[in-house]
T-cell receptor, first 115, second 109 residues
Framework: IAGITQAPTSQILAAGRRMTLRCTQDMRHNAMYWYRQDLGLGLRLIHYSNTAGTTGKGEVPDGYSVSRANTDDFPLTLASAVPSQTSVYFC??????????????FGEGSRLTVL | GQNIDQPTEMTATEGAIVQINCTYQTSGFNGLFWYQQHAGEAPTFLSYNVLDGLEEKGRFSSFLSRSKGYSYLLLKELQMKDSASYLCAVKDSNYQLIWGAGTKLIIKP
């Protein structure tokens, strides 16, 4: 079934460690996004990419970095994890770029706990 | 600042109708989305409104009034599987999605 795959599903790591969350889509969508979802708050955009080779900062980019070497993959890296980065992370994609009105397709999420 | 307001939680009875409201204050408007999110799962797309009026899709309908900064999601013939959170999101003038915190809908038999 076509869609978005995230890994790992769940992870516990010590503060200060480096962590990469993987995201792969097979729908050939141009745009990809990383969101974090925290209790009582709406989804917050971390970084986005309108097309392969380009990335942009979202609402809460500090402490995170992304790359978009090809259409399918959009990894999110925490260079030095801190407890405030404990959250559920969702990768998403859309057919057009963020300037278009297409719906978002989400991965199943990665639950990250930083101790 | 930009703001999306939705009730935190609502309760309804199986077979009934429920209306979930969303009000927004954003810098510009390029469409409003509703997503459904079951506990522990990913959000899934329900509806999109860019013009004023009602969009109907089966048991679900979504209404938009741009002049009032207001939308609602109407769910008819409620089923137990409709128990979920419903997320309202608005695309602003920069085409960035601004998300509400979601409304948790509890369906009782």
């Amino acid at each position: 079934i076509a869609g978005i795959t995230q890994a790992p599903t769940s992870q516990i790591l010590a503060a200060g460690r480096r962590m990469t969350l993987r995201c792969t889509q097979d729908m050939r969508h141009n745009a990809m996004y990383w969101y974090r979802q925290d209790l009582g708050l709406g989804l917050r955009l971390i970084h986005y990419s309108n097309t392969a080779g380009t990335t942009g900062k979202g609402e809460v980019p500090d402490g995170y970095s992304v790359s978009r070497a090809n259409t399918d993959d959009f990894p999110l890296t925490l260079a030095s994890a801190v407890p405030s980065q404990t959250s559920v992370y969702f990768c998403a994609s859309s057919e057009g770029d963020s300037g278009e009105t297409g719906e978002l397709f989400f991965g199943e999420g990665s639950r990250l706990t930083v101790l | 600042g930009q703001n999306i307001d939705q009730p935190t939680e609502m309760t309804a009875t199986e077979g009934a109708i429920v209306q979930i409201n969303c009000t927004y204050q954003t810098s510009g408007f390029n469409g409003l989305f509703w997503y459904q999110q079951h506990a522990g799962e990913a959000p899934t797309f329900l509806s999109y409104n860019v013009l004023d009026g009602l969009e109907e899709k089966g048991r679900f309908s979504s209404f938009l009034s741009r002049s009032k900064g207001y939308s609602y999601l109407l769910l008819k013939e409620l089923q137990m599987k409709d128990s979920a959170s419903y997320l309202c999101a608005v695309k602003d003038s920069n085409y960035q999605l601004i998300w509400g915190a979601g409304t948790k809908l509890i369906i009782k038999p």
